[in-house]
């Protein structure tokens, strides 16, 4: 097993709330034709569960990364 410090150096998990900011920065940026990111709105939804799912594959490395090894 990895120690959780040295996981959070190898595949580091994003906060929620920060990668939508700067999704939503990045869009913005590029001018992205659609501007209603605010909560309950389809779009902040549907980029809400893509980050949510990607948070989800990076725990799941995670675990598979940290099962390969034993102390």
């Known amino acids: 097993m990895i120690?959780?410090?040295i996981m959070d150096k190898i595949i580091p998990l994003p906060?929620?709330?920060e990668a939508m900011e700067e999704i939503r920065e990045e869009l913005e940026g590029?001018?992205?034709?659609?501007?209603?990111?605010?909560?309950?709105g389809?779009?902040?939804?549907?980029?809400?569960?893509?980050v949510f799912v990607y948070r989800q594959i990076l725990v799941l490395a995670r675990d598979i990364v940290n099962n390969c090894f034993m102390k």
């Open 3 to 5: 120690d959780e410090t």
């Open 15 to 17: 906060d929620e709330d």
């Open 30 to 40: 590029e001018g992205f034709i659609i501007t209603n990111f605010s909560k309950g």
């Open 42 to 50: 389809v779009f902040y939804t549907l980029v809400r569960i893509m």
